[in-house]
């Protein structure tokens, strides 16, 4: 029989759909996955130890712009599903296409490393460890698993408890704990309403850009379909303008909640959404400071001088983008989470190395990712073709100087895609030979 000629890293939202593209096109291929289950970081307690999903998790991309292309969300399923809905979509999907069979659970990467113009895999399974080669390399272990923390830490020591937003599940965790929370993403807010609303105790975040607050559900519409192929058409500054006049006529200016406004525009950080922070934030039980200047046993101050005593810290800032299987002297994306790639999925330097998923979209990564494992797929069928390396380099400053013109240098912004343009590159990509 053919031997496989690539190999998948992960099954995940991103190595299924890659693992039923290319069975769909006829490239055999392995699919390795650490736990005993697909669905990655939506899979509630996953036995892989890699998921950050809590235990009240829902999706804040609508349903409809979640779903694969070709399998669409039950109908009955809310606007925005709950992880475990997330999950039996994932499983109903590997086995409607028939690709569970093909992938090799409780079976972890170990390393991978270049030869002979491919890639050995070395994986580990039930203590017996193998090595094959491939030519074709896909990694999609995701890159929300691995907690960042503030480097370098805030001066000074914190002795009340401390813990990541990786490792919040649920809120026993902190019943009778005084909370501050560090960050204002969408771990740090979802945390902080569930601890507001559950235990009725004011809870802070801290935050050193601020955020602005977008909602679910704007106008009766979920928030996210104001995104769409007609309105990304148009310019930045005219998207800003009618973001803004519809977050004014919904709801007003969110200082008026109490929550802080940042002073650069909008659209410019990964959104934060959240229908109920505001509302939390009017009761009082949410408050907000900026940044940490220093610790001293439970006291914390912030740079505004003022100082206060919390029980417990979550740090809930953000994830690192990491390759344990990788020597980081052959591909790392270093402290600032930067991995140059061409179109986000290609390394320049190393042809049969395939990234899935490693973006961050104002939207889903699920379509997108499908769209770049369709791209893989055309690639190695040979229907299209890349450009070469000088003109890869090229497309790829020019990509990171278009996000440093928009977002503030961060280790947070380094993956973010707007979801239309960027379906309409992969689209083109595609096409080209
Ligand atoms: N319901 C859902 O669908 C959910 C989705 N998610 C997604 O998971 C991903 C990760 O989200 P999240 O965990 O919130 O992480 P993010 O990276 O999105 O947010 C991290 C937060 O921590 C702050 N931060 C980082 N480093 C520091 C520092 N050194 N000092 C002070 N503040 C710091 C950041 O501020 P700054 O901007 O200044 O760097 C930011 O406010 C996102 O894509 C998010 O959308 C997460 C939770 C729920």
Redesign the pocket.
């Known amino acids: 029989m053919e031997t496989p000629s690539v190999c998948i890293i992960g099954a995940g939202s991103s190595g299924i759909v890659a693992a039923k593209t290319l069975h769909e096109h006829g490239i055999r291929f392995d699919c390795f996955e650490k736990g005993s289950a697909v669905g990655g970081n939506w899979r509630y307690n996953n036995d892989n130890g890699m998921s ?1 999903a809590y235990r009240s ?5 609508n349903r409809d712009i979640m779903a694969y292309s070709d399998y669409p969300m039950p109908r009955d399923y809310p606007m925005f599903p709950h992880h475990s809905q997330i999950i039996r979509y994932f499983d109903s999907y590997v086995d409607h296409f028939g690709i569970r069979p093909f992938i090799q659970f409780k079976t972890s990467v170990e390393r991978v490393w270049p030869a002979d113009g491919g890639y050995w895999v070395q994986t580990e399974s039930g203590g017996a460890r193998q090595t094959r080669w491939y030519p074709h390399v896909i990694v999609a272990n995701g890159h ?1 698993w691995h907690p ?1 923390y ?2 370098p830490p805030f001066p000074g020591t914190f002795t009340g408890e401390t813990l990541h ?1 990786h490792d919040y599940k649920t809120p026993d965790q902190i019943a009778g704990r005084k909370l501050l929370i ?7 807010v ?1 945390i902080a309403c569930e601890a507001a609303r559950q235990y009725n105790e004011p809870v802070t975040i ?4 601020g ?1 602005y607050i977008l909602p679910n559900w704007l106008l009766g519409r979920p928030f996210d379909s104001l995104a769409n192929p007609l309105t990304s058409r148009l310019p930045l500054s005219l998207q800003r303008l009618l973001l803004r006049a519809s977050l004014l006529l919904a709801r007003g200016r969110q200082s008026a909640y109490g929550v802080p406004v940042p002073n650069r525009p909008l659209l410019s ?2 959104p934060t959404i959240s229908q109920d922070l505001l509302n939390v934030s009017g009761r009082g039980l949410v408050r907000f400071k900026p ?1 940490i200047r220093a610790f001293s046993g439970h006291e914390v101050t912030f740079t505004d001088g003022s100082r206060d005593t919390f029980d417990m810290l979550i740090y ?4 690192q983008v990491s390759f344990p299987f990788f020597d980081s002297d052959f591909i790392s994306a270093g402290d600032t989470n930067n991995l140059q790639l061409y179109h986000r999925v290609i390394h320049p330097d190393h042809p049969g190395l395939y990234f899935l998923g490693l973006i ?1 979209p104002l939207g889903a990564i699920m379509p997108l990712a499908e769209l770049q494992a369709q791209w893989i797929a055309r690639l190695l069928t040979g229907h299209c073709s890349l450009p070469n390396r000088a003109e890869m380099l090229r497309s790829i400053q020019e990509q990171a100087n278009r996000n440093s013109r928009r977002y503030k240098p ?1 280790a ?1 912004h380094t993956l973010q895609v707007d979801f239309y343009p960027y379906k309409r590159l992969l689209e083109r990509a595609m096409q080209t030979r």
């Open positions: 950050s998790l829902h999706i804040n991309t929300h960042r503030p480097t937003s560090v960050g204002i993403g969408n771990s740090a979802d801290s935050t050193r850009s955020a950080e990964h940044d809930a800032t953000g994830y961050q961060s947070r």
